[in-house]
Protein backbone atom coordinates (compact mmCIF):
# COMPACT_ATOMS: atom_id res chain seq x y z
CA UNK A 1 0.00 0.00 0.00
CA UNK A 2 1.06 3.54 -0.88
CA UNK A 3 2.20 5.68 1.81
CA UNK A 4 1.08 9.42 2.44
CA UNK A 5 3.96 11.68 1.93
CA UNK A 6 5.10 13.42 4.57
CA UNK A 7 4.91 17.00 3.77
CA UNK A 8 7.83 19.56 5.14
CA UNK A 9 6.76 22.48 6.59
CA UNK A 10 7.93 24.99 3.77
CA UNK A 11 5.89 22.69 1.36
CA UNK A 12 2.86 22.70 3.17
CA UNK A 13 3.34 26.91 3.56
CA UNK A 14 3.64 26.90 -0.48
CA UNK A 15 0.61 25.17 -1.13
CA UNK A 16 -1.16 27.34 1.33
CA UNK A 17 -0.05 30.33 -0.26
CA UNK A 18 -1.53 28.93 -3.51
CA UNK A 19 -4.49 27.54 -1.75
CA UNK A 20 -5.24 31.23 -0.70
CA UNK A 21 -4.41 32.80 -4.18
CA UNK A 22 -7.94 30.51 -5.36
CA UNK A 23 -10.02 30.70 -2.48
CA UNK A 24 -8.82 33.20 0.23
CA UNK A 25 -9.57 36.73 0.42
CA UNK A 26 -8.05 39.65 2.36
CA UNK A 27 -10.61 42.35 3.24
CA UNK A 28 -11.04 45.51 5.06
CA UNK A 29 -14.58 46.38 6.36
CA UNK A 30 -15.81 49.75 7.98
CA UNK A 31 -18.93 50.22 10.43
CA UNK A 32 -20.21 52.88 11.51
CA UNK A 33 -19.99 53.35 15.98
CA UNK A 34 -21.33 56.14 17.33
CA UNK A 35 -19.68 55.13 20.46
CA UNK A 36 -16.01 55.50 19.28
CA UNK A 37 -14.22 58.52 19.12
CA UNK A 38 -13.67 58.56 15.11
CA UNK A 39 -17.17 56.93 14.47
CA UNK A 40 -15.52 54.49 12.00
CA UNK A 41 -14.71 50.70 13.31
CA UNK A 42 -11.97 49.46 10.89
CA UNK A 43 -12.00 45.06 10.89
CA UNK A 44 -9.25 43.83 8.91
CA UNK A 45 -10.11 39.70 8.25
CA UNK A 46 -8.54 37.18 6.51
CA UNK A 47 -10.30 34.49 5.21
CA UNK A 48 -10.29 30.90 3.31
CA UNK A 49 -13.04 29.19 2.15
CA UNK A 50 -14.03 25.86 1.68
CA UNK A 51 -17.31 23.41 0.71
CA UNK A 52 -17.95 21.35 4.05
CA UNK A 53 -16.79 17.83 2.87
CA UNK A 54 -13.41 19.12 2.39
CA UNK A 55 -13.11 21.53 4.97
CA UNK A 56 -9.84 19.62 6.26
CA UNK A 57 -7.39 21.61 4.29
CA UNK A 58 -8.97 24.69 6.72
CA UNK A 59 -7.59 22.83 9.74
CA UNK A 60 -4.17 22.45 8.40
CA UNK A 61 -4.66 26.95 8.04
CA UNK A 62 -5.54 26.81 11.71
CA UNK A 63 -2.84 24.35 12.20
CA UNK A 64 -0.06 25.84 10.37
CA UNK A 65 -1.24 29.79 11.35
CA UNK A 66 -1.39 28.64 15.05
CA UNK A 67 -4.59 31.36 15.91
CA UNK A 68 -8.07 31.84 13.93
CA UNK A 69 -11.65 30.34 13.66
CA UNK A 70 -13.31 27.88 11.66
CA UNK A 71 -16.98 28.33 11.32
CA UNK A 72 -19.93 28.12 8.75
CA UNK A 73 -20.59 30.57 6.31
CA UNK A 74 -24.11 31.06 5.76
CA UNK A 75 -23.96 32.99 3.23
CA UNK A 76 -22.53 30.66 0.42
CA UNK A 77 -23.19 27.18 2.84
CA UNK A 78 -19.03 27.09 2.91
CA UNK A 79 -17.02 26.49 5.69
CA UNK A 80 -14.68 29.65 6.27
CA UNK A 81 -11.32 29.72 7.87
CA UNK A 82 -11.08 33.38 9.68
CA UNK A 83 -8.45 35.36 11.19
CA UNK A 84 -9.51 38.90 12.32
CA UNK A 85 -7.21 39.45 15.28
CA UNK A 86 -4.96 42.43 14.53
CA UNK A 87 -2.01 40.61 16.62
CA UNK A 88 -2.33 37.30 14.68
CA UNK A 89 -2.55 39.39 11.02
CA UNK A 90 0.42 41.48 11.59
CA UNK A 91 2.82 38.88 13.22
CA UNK A 92 1.44 35.50 11.58
CA UNK A 93 -0.61 35.87 8.16
CA UNK A 94 1.35 39.05 6.81
CA UNK A 95 4.68 37.63 6.62
CA UNK A 96 3.50 34.21 5.63
CA UNK A 97 2.49 35.73 2.59
CA UNK A 98 5.48 38.22 2.34
CA UNK A 99 7.67 35.08 2.20
CA UNK A 100 5.54 32.82 0.02
CA UNK A 101 3.84 35.36 -2.15
CA UNK A 102 0.63 34.87 -4.29
CA UNK A 103 0.90 34.96 -8.30
CA UNK A 104 -2.13 36.63 -9.29
CA UNK A 105 -3.45 40.03 -8.85
CA UNK A 106 -4.52 39.07 -5.62
CA UNK A 107 -1.06 39.78 -4.24
CA UNK A 108 -1.61 43.83 -5.00
CA UNK A 109 -4.81 43.54 -2.40
CA UNK A 110 -2.42 41.55 -0.03
CA UNK A 111 -0.10 44.49 -0.19
CA UNK A 112 -2.40 47.33 0.66
CA UNK A 113 -4.22 45.35 3.27
CA UNK A 114 -0.78 44.36 5.10
CA UNK A 115 -0.26 48.62 4.65
CA UNK A 116 -3.58 48.90 6.08
CA UNK A 117 -3.08 46.06 8.92
CA UNK A 118 0.52 47.67 9.85
CA UNK A 119 -0.97 51.32 9.92
CA UNK A 120 -3.46 49.82 12.62
CA UNK A 121 -1.27 47.85 14.60
CA UNK A 122 1.25 50.92 14.99
CA UNK A 123 -1.73 53.07 15.68
CA UNK A 124 -0.53 55.85 12.71
CA UNK A 125 -4.38 55.64 11.54
CA UNK A 126 -4.99 58.22 8.62
CA UNK A 127 -8.48 57.58 7.36
CA UNK A 128 -8.40 59.23 4.06
CA UNK A 129 -5.01 56.95 3.40
CA UNK A 130 -6.61 53.72 4.74
CA UNK A 131 -9.87 54.12 3.09
CA UNK A 132 -7.96 54.66 -0.61
CA UNK A 133 -6.55 51.79 -0.27
CA UNK A 134 -9.27 49.86 1.08
CA UNK A 135 -11.47 51.20 -2.19
CA UNK A 136 -8.45 50.02 -4.64
CA UNK A 137 -8.87 46.56 -2.60
CA UNK A 138 -11.67 43.75 -4.28
CA UNK A 139 -12.62 46.03 -7.00
CA UNK A 140 -15.00 43.67 -7.88
CA UNK A 141 -16.63 43.26 -4.41
CA UNK A 142 -19.31 44.87 -2.69
CA UNK A 143 -19.68 47.77 -0.20
CA UNK A 144 -21.90 48.51 2.16
CA UNK A 145 -20.89 51.98 2.71
CA UNK A 146 -18.86 54.61 -0.20
CA UNK A 147 -15.92 56.43 0.47
CA UNK A 148 -17.70 59.75 0.60
CA UNK A 149 -20.18 58.69 3.35
CA UNK A 150 -17.44 57.25 5.68
CA UNK A 151 -15.62 60.24 5.25
CA UNK A 152 -18.39 62.44 6.53
CA UNK A 153 -18.51 60.63 9.74
CA UNK A 154 -15.31 61.47 10.73
Known amino acids: MP ?23 FCISFSPRDRLKAKIEIRPSFSVSQNSD ?10 YFSCGSIRPDRSD ?3 KYE ?10 IIPHFRRFPLLSGKQ ?3 EK ?8 FTRNIN ?10 MNISGKRRFNKEYLLSLL
Open 3 to 25: QTPVLKSEQIAVYLSGYTDGEGS
Open 77 to 79: KTV
Open 127 to 136: FEQIFDLAFQ
Open 54 to 63: RAEVLLLFKE
Open 108 to 110: KDF
Open 113 to 120: FATICEFL
Open 83 to 92: VRSLQDLVTK
